[in-house]
C-alpha cells in the first residue's frame, strides 16, 4: 500500500506559479497601476449598471449555457452562437482546451515570450511545453511548425503576443494552419485584438469558421474593462465546443458577468473611444521613451515593451525600483525570459504624462 503525503499528478510540482502584475506600493500613495493591460477608462457605464442590477437576485444560479451572451457575442461579431463557449477568463478556457486534449506526455508549442497560462496549463495536465523561439520578439511559424512531432496536440499563439505587443499578419496565421497536422488544435488567442489597427491583422473568425481544429479565445478583461469580474469567450467548431461544453463548470460564468458583458459588447461607442484613446498614447508613450533613448519593441496592443541597458545603473531593475518608490506600478519581465525589460500598460493621460516623468528622471540621472 502507499504511503506518505497526497502527492500532485506529475507535472504540477514543475509549474511555476503565475505572478500577477502588482498592485500596491510601499506607504499611502494611491499607486499608478500600469502593471496588467488594464482599460484606463474602465468599463463601459452601461456594463457597471448591469452589474449592479443584479445585486437582489444573487440567491439564483445563473443561466448555465449564458445564453444572453453567446446572443450578444455572435450578434456583434456575427457569428454562430452554438459555436461560442464561455468562461471565468479566457484563462480558464485556455485551461478547460488543455484539460480536454492533452493526454500525459502529449506536446503543447508555444513561442519563447509567449503568455505564460500556456505552460501553466500544459503542465497541469501533465503535458509537455514545447518552445519555440521567436524572431525578433515576433512569432515565427516556421520554428513554430519544425517543432511539431507526433505527440504535438495544441499550438497556442497570442495574437497580438503579450508580453511583446507584437503580432503576425493573418497570411502567416494561415500558413500555420495550413503546415500543422490535421489533429492539432491551433489556438488563438486574441485577446488584444480590438486594438490591432493594422490591414494585414485578423483575430482568426474566418479561420474558426472553416476549419475544424481552429480555436480563438477573446476576454472581457482589456478593451472591454471588466477583468474583475473573469469572463471571456471561445469561438470553437462545433466538435471543441461540444467536447468544452462536456468539462466546464455547469455555472462556469456568474450572473454579474454574464449581463455586465451584454451590457459591454452593445456599448459600442465605449469601445471605440478605448481604442481611439489607446491609438493616441501609444503613439505618444513610444515615441517619449525612445526621446529617452530607450528601445521599445513596435506594439499593436495596450501596452509596450521596454527596453533598458543589461549593465550599469539604467537597468530594468532599477527602473522598476525608481518607479515603484514613486508610486508607479510597471511589470517586471523576467519570468517572461525579458530581465531587461518592462512592460507598462498605456494608462490616462496623467498617468502617462506620469510615467514619462519619471522615466525621465531616472534616465536623467536623479537618484533616490
Ligand atoms: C490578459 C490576457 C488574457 C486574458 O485573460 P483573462 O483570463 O480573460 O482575464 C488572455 N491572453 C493573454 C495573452 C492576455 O494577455
Redesign the pocket.
Known amino acids: 500500500m502507499a504511503t506518505g503525503l497526497p502527492t500532485p499528478k506529475r507535472g504540477v510540482m514543475d509549474i511555476e506559479a503565475y505572478v500577477p502584475g502588482e498592485s500596491t506600493v510601499p506607504g499611502n500613495i494611491k499607486p499608478i497601476k500600469l502593471s496588467s493591460?488594464e482599460n484606463p477608462l474602465g468599463p463601459s457605464p452601461a456594463a457597471v449598471a448591469a452589474f449592479k442590477a443584479c445585486a437582489d437576485q444573487l440567491e439564483r444560479y445563473p443561466d448555465g449555457s449564458a445564453s444572453a451572451l453567446r446572443q450578444a457575442i455572435a450578434r456583434v461579431h456575427g457569428l454562430n452562437p452554438d459555436r461560442i463557449v464561455c468562461g471565468a477568463?479566457?484563462?480558464?478556457l485556455l485551461n478547460l482546451i488543455a484539460h480536454a486534449y492533452l493526454e500525459p506526455g502529449d506536446e503543447t508549442i508555444f513561442t519563447e515570450h509567449g503568455?505564460l497560462?500556456y505552460r501553466i496549463a500544459t503542465l497541469a495536465c501533465g503535458g509537455v511545453p514545447v518552445v519555440a523561439p521567436e524572431k525578433n520578439l515576433r512569432t515565427d511559424v516556421d520554428a513554430i511548425l519544425a517543432r511539431v512531432t507526433p505527440k504535438t496536440k495544441i499550438v497556442f499563439i497570442?495574437n497580438p503576443?503579450?508580453p511583446t505587443g507584437t503580432y503576425i499578419p493573418f497570411d502567416e496565421v494561415r500558413r500555420l494552419r495550413q503546415g500543422l497536422p490535421e489533429n492539432v488544435l491551433l489556438v488563438l488567442?486574441a485577446?488584444?485584438s480590438e486594438y490591432v489597427r493594422r490591414n494585414d491583422y485578423e483575430a482568426g473568425i474566418e479561420l474558426v469558421a472553416t476549419t475544424n481544429n481552429t480555436i480563438m479565445?477573446r476576454?472581457?478583461?482589456?478593451i472591454h474593462g471588466l477583468?474583475a469580474l473573469?469572463?471571456?469567450w471561445a469561438y470553437c467548431p462545433a466538435n471543441v465546443a461540444d467536447a468544452l461544453n462536456r468539462i466546464r463548470g455547469p455555472f462556469n460564468v456568474s450572473a454579474p458577468a454574464i449581463a455586465a458583458g451584454v451590457a459591454a459588447l452593445e456599448d459600442l461607442e465605449h469601445v471605440e473611444k478605448s481604442v481611439t484613446h489607446n491609438e493616441r498614447w501609444l503613439e505618444w508613450v513610444t515615441a517619449e521613451l525612445e526621446k529617452l533613448g530607450l528601445v521599445v519593441t513596435p506594439s499593436v496592443a495596450n501596452f509596450v515593451l521596454v527596453h533598458f541597458p543589461k549593465e550599469g545603473d539604467r537597468t530594468a531593475d532599477a527602473a522598476n525600483a525608481f518607479l515603484q518608490s514613486r508610486g508607479v506600478i510597471v511589470r517586471k519581465m523576467g519570468s517572461y525570459g525579458l530581465p531587461n525589460a518592462l512592460r507598462i500598460t498605456i494608462g490616462t493621460e496623467p498617468e502617462n504624462k506620469a510615467v514619462i516623468d519619471t522615466l525621465s528622471a531616472f534616465m536623467n540621472g536623479d537618484q533616490r
Open positions: 493591460n477568463g479566457s484563462d480558464e503568455f497560462v497570442a503576443n503579450n488567442d485577446a488584444y479565445t476576454t472581457f478583461s482589456k477583468a473573469r469572463l471571456g
